[in-house]
């Protein structure tokens, strides 16, 4: 079994040791690893589950918008990361609304389940189930797009955006990976799934080449590539204007109109990048892709 990554975050984030309560087993302590404030809270799988939400102030109800959730790294907190991936006012500028879930807890760190029981998963909680019950109560409160949900996700939460890609893909439309990896758990994908991978190539957490513990970025664009039927030689562009020099890789013509596309961060680190590709940020890249698509492809 592969371990879920000690990213940087859990530097900053653990903050609190874990407090039990009864609803445990024998692999799963529920307690809670962290400090949210203003989050939302759910039960799943007799466990209280967190995440924060945010509402923009453009949303009205009066028509179904889009839901974007946004999962932290291993041993992250919910409320940091929204500082550290501030999605916010994009969701104010195009009236989505934002989701950033709190993992659940096994020995003192947070942590994402992407796969079936067992696996790769570091312990028992069903956080695919957990998703889909955020889903279902978001909805009956707000006008959702159904065929707009989106995730993406950072480190362990980027593998965490991978695994509803191949498991839950009857409700997702694309996913995004940031300084992430798929793990070796592919699953049913039923439709053609836009992804945008994001990666440095000096990370020492999730090695950009892969390593004993992780696949490599090619190992994961060669997957999705070949799943979409999508052209095998991309479009590379450049930017260095803002201080790093950054490769986009864009593989086009997938089934449905999808594509697969990567930002190469030469020299870049285990981190949500904030250095800009053309002027825009890893939030923006993130979300100006995933907003292209709905989940029948290209709108």
């Given at each position: 079994?592969?371990?879920?990554?000690?990213?940087?975050?859990?530097?900053?984030?653990?903050?609190?040791?874990?407090?039990?309560?009864?609803?445990?087993?024998?692999?799963?302590?529920?307690?809670?690893?962290?400090?949210?404030?203003?989050?939302?809270?759910?039960?799943?799988?007799?466990?209280?589950?967190?995440?924060?939400?945010?509402?923009?102030?453009?949303?009205?109800?009066?028509?179904?918008?889009?839901?974007?959730?946004?999962?932290?790294?291993?041993?992250?907190?919910?409320?940091?990361?929204?500082?550290?991936?501030?999605?916010r006012s994009l969701a104010e500028a195009d009236t989505f609304i934002l989701v950033y879930p709190q993992g659940s807890c096994l020995d003192g760190s947070s942590h994402w389940n992407p796969c079936p029981t067992g696996g790769d998963n570091k312990s028992t909680a069903d956080d695919v189930g957990f998703v889909e019950s955020m889903i279902s109560e978001?909805?009956?409160?707000?006008?959702?797009?159904?065929?707009?949900?989106?995730?993406?996700?950072?480190?362990?939460?980027?593998?965490?955006?991978?695994?509803?890609?191949?498991?839950?893909?009857?409700?997702?439309?694309?996913?995004?990976?940031?300084?992430?990896?798929?793990?070796?758990?592919?699953?049913?994908?039923?439709?053609?799934?836009?992804?945008?991978?994001?990666?440095?190539?000096?990370?020492?957490?999730?090695?950009?080449?892969?390593?004993?513990?992780?696949?490599?970025?090619?190992?994961?664009?060669?997957?999705?590539?070949?799943?979409?039927?999508?052209?095998?030689?991309?479009?590379?562009?450049?930017?260095?204007?803002?201080?790093?020099?950054?490769?986009?890789?864009?593989?086009?013509?997938?089934?449905?109109?999808?594509?697969?596309?990567?930002?190469?961060?030469?020299?870049?680190?285990?981190?949500?990048?904030?250095?800009?590709?053309?002027?825009?940020?890893?939030?923006?890249?993130?979300?100006?892709?995933?907003?292209?698509?709905?989940?029948?492809?290209?709108?």
């Open positions: 079994m592969k371990k879920i990554l000690l990213g940087f975050t859990i530097l900053m984030t653990i903050i609190s040791s874990c407090k039990n309560d009864d609803a445990k087993d024998d692999n799963y302590n529920s307690g809670e690893c962290y400090f949210n404030t203003n989050a939302q809270s759910i039960v799943h799988d007799n466990i209280n589950r967190e995440y924060i939400l945010y509402v923009p102030n453009s949303y009205d109800g009066t028509s179904a918008v889009p839901i974007l959730f946004n999962f932290h790294g291993f041993g992250g907190s919910a409320s940091q990361f929204m500082q550290e991936a501030d999605m978001i909805s009956s409160q707000y006008n959702i797009d159904m065929e707009r949900i989106y995730a993406a996700g950072y480190s362990n939460g980027g593998m965490m955006a991978y695994g509803l890609a191949n498991y839950k893909s009857d409700l997702i439309a694309a996913v995004a990976s940031v300084s992430g990896t798929m793990l070796n758990c592919t699953g049913p994908t039923s439709h053609p799934m836009p992804v945008v991978h994001l990666h440095g190539t000096s990370d020492a957490v999730v090695s950009y080449n892969g390593s004993n513990d992780w696949n490599s970025v090619q190992s994961t664009l060669d997957y999705w590539t070949s799943f979409n039927n999508t052209i095998s030689t991309p479009t590379i562009n450049t930017d260095n204007t803002g201080g790093m020099t950054i490769e986009h890789y864009s593989f086009e013509q997938g089934d449905n109109s999808v594509s697969v596309e990567h930002y190469k961060y030469i020299g870049g680190d285990h981190v949500w990048f904030n250095e800009p590709y053309q002027g825009q940020n890893a939030s923006e890249l993130v979300w100006n892709f995933m907003s292209k698509y709905d989940i029948n492809g290209l709108r």
